[in-house]
C-alpha cells in the first residue's frame, strides 16, 4: 500500500524533504556530493581520493537549478530518505524544479526517479509556483532567490502565466563569493578557496549583511562583528555588507559570463508588466519574497521602492510584499500534495512505462496551464 506523498524541494544548495501534510521538511541536507563519494567516479585510485578527503572537497549536486552530479543527487537523497525511515517505492513523490529548465532535464528527473529511486508516481512542479499556495493565496507574484536559481512567477487563481516567468542564474552561492571577493580587498584578508573560508563567508553573509536603502526602517539589529578563520575581524560597519546584497539589483557585478544581467526588481517588473492587463494589480497586489537570498534585512523596503520607479502609476498603487515562511517552496508542495484530486495529475509508473519519461509534460501542465480569464 501507498503511503502519503514525500515532498522533495531539490535547490541548487540544499534540499528539503518531508511528507506532504507538514508545515516543514523533516530534512534539511546541505546538496554536495562529498569527495569520498566522488572518488570513486576519478580517474586516478585511491591516493586521489585520500587526496579529496583531505581537503575535505565537496562538489555542488546542482548548477545553477540543473543536476549536474546525477550520482550524488540520488544519494543525497537516499541519505535523506533513510533519515525519514521512508521507503521511495512506498510514497508518490512531488518533486521541484527550477523554471525554464531545458524540457529534456526534466525528462531525466524522471527517467532517475522512476528506474533507480522506483516511485510509484512522480510530479514535478516549479519551486516559484509552490511558494505561493504557502503563503496560503492563488494569486500572486513570487520573487523566489536561492542559491543558485533568482526567478519571478505569476499565479493567477493557481495557474502559471507561463509566458511571463522569469528566470536568471544567479543566487546565494554567487553572493557568497562575491562577498568573499569584496572583504579580502577591504581587510587584506589572505583569499582562500578551501571549504573552512567558504563556510565563513557564508556566515558573515547571512549574518552580517542587508539591504541598502534610504530608509532603513527594517534593518533589524543583526551582529556586530564577526572574526575570520585567519583572525581578521568584519565589523557592522563594512561597505562591503550592503554592496553584497545590492548585486542582486546589478547582477552584472555577479555574473562575470555573457549573459543578459537583470536584477530581481527589473524581473519582477517584467513579469507583471507581461501579464494579462486586467490581472496586473492582482498580481502587483501580492508579491511574495521566497527562498533563503531574499531574507537579507530591509529587502521587502527595497523591492517595494525599486518596483514603484517600475510599474505605471495605476499598478504601483497596488503594490503590497509579502515574505513567505521559511522552506515555502516545500510548505507549499505540502500543502498541494495533501489535495485530495491531486494524486490524479501524478504520473504513474504504468504511465511511464507506456509512454517514456516526456510524458510528464502532459501531467505537469495540468498544474500549471494558463488560465481561461473572460
Ligand atoms: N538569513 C539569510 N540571509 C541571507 N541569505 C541567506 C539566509 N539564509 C540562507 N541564505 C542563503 O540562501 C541560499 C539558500 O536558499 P534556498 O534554500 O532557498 O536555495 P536553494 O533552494 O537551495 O537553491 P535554488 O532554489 O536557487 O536552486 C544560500 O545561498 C544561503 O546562504
Ligand atoms: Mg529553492
Given at each position: 500500500m501507498e503511503g502519503p506523498p514525500i515532498v522533495l524541494?531539490?535547490?541548487?544548495g540544499t534540499i528539503k524533504v518531508g511528507f506532504a501534510?507538514?508545515?516543514?521538511?523533516r530534512v534539511v541536507h546541505d546538496n554536495v556530493f562529498t569527495a569520498l563519494r566522488a572518488s570513486r567516479n576519478v580517474p586516478g585510485g585511491e591516493d586521489f581520493a585520500k587526496a579529496l578527503q583531505a581537503n575535505t572537497a565537496r562538489f555542488p549536486v546542482m548548477d545553477h537549478g540543473i543536476v549536474s552530479q546525477w550520482e550524488g543527487l540520488l544519494e543525497v537523497i537516499e541519505a535523506a530518505l533513510e533519515e525519514m525511515k521512508a521507503?521511495?517505492?512506498?510514497h508518490p513523490v512531488l518533486l521541484t524544479e527550477a523554471p525554464l529548465n531545458p524540457t529534456v532535464h526534466r525528462e531525466l528527473l524522471v527517467e532517475r526517479f522512476f528506474e533507480?529511486?522506483?516511485?510509484p508516481a512522480l510530479q514535478v512542479v516549479h519551486s516559484g509556483a509552490l511558494a505561493l499556495y504557502a503563503t496560503n493565496s492563488r494569486t500572486g507574484l513570487v520573487i523566489e532567490v536561492g542559491d543558485g536559481v533568482a526567478q519571478t512567477v505569476p499565479l493567477y487563481d493557481s495557474y502559471v502565466i507561463f509566458n511571463a516567468v522569469k528566470r536568471r542564474d544567479y543566487g546565494g552561492r554567487d553572493l557568497t563569493a562575491y562577498l568573499g571577493e569584496l572583504m579580502s580587498k577591504e581587510i587584506n584578508h589572505r583569499p582562500s578557496s578551501s571549504e573552512v573560508g567558504w563556510r565563513a563567508w557564508k556566515e558573515v553573509k547571512e549574518s552580517m549583511c542587508r539591504v541598502r536603502h534610504?530608509?532603513?526602517?527594517?534593518?533589524a539589529s543583526k551582529q556586530l562583528s564577526f572574526y575570520l578563520p585567519d583572525g581578521k575581524v568584519v565589523t557592522?560597519?563594512?561597505?562591503?555588507l550592503t554592496k553584497c546584497v545590492d548585486a542582486l539589483f546589478e547582477p552584472a557585478r555577479l555574473l562575470k559570463r555573457d549573459e543578459e544581467e537583470q536584477g530581481i526588481h527589473k524581473m519582477a517588473a517584467e513579469s507583471i508588466l507581461e501579464s494579462g492587463r486586467d490581472t496586473q494589480k492582482a498580481l502587483a497586489g501580492n508579491i511574495v519574497l521566497s527562498g533563503?537570498?531574499?531574507?537579507?534585512?530591509g529587502m521587502c523596503h527595497r523591492v517595494e521602492e525599486e518596483l514603484q520607479k517600475l510599474l505605471p502609476t495605476t499598478v504601483k498603487a497596488a503594490v503590497k510584499l509579502v515574505k513567505s515562511p521559511t522552506y515555502a517552496a516545500f510548505t507549499g508542495g505540502s500543502i498541494v500534495a495533501s489535495m485530495?484530486?491531486?494524486?490524479?495529475t501524478f504520473m504513474t509508473r504504468s504511465e511511464y512505462e507506456e509512454?517514456?519519461?516526456?510524458?510528464i509534460h502532459k501531467k505537469s501542465v495540468r498544474l500549471t496551464q494558463p488560465p481561461t480569464m473572460s
Open positions: 524541494d531539490n535547490g541548487s501534510g507538514e508545515c516543514e521538511p521507503d521511495a517505492s512506498k533507480e529511486l522506483h516511485v534610504k530608509n532603513p526602517v527594517e534593518e557592522r560597519d563594512s561597505e562591503c533563503g537570498s531574499m531574507s537579507f534585512p485530495p484530486d491531486l494524486l490524479d509512454h517514456g519519461a516526456a510524458f
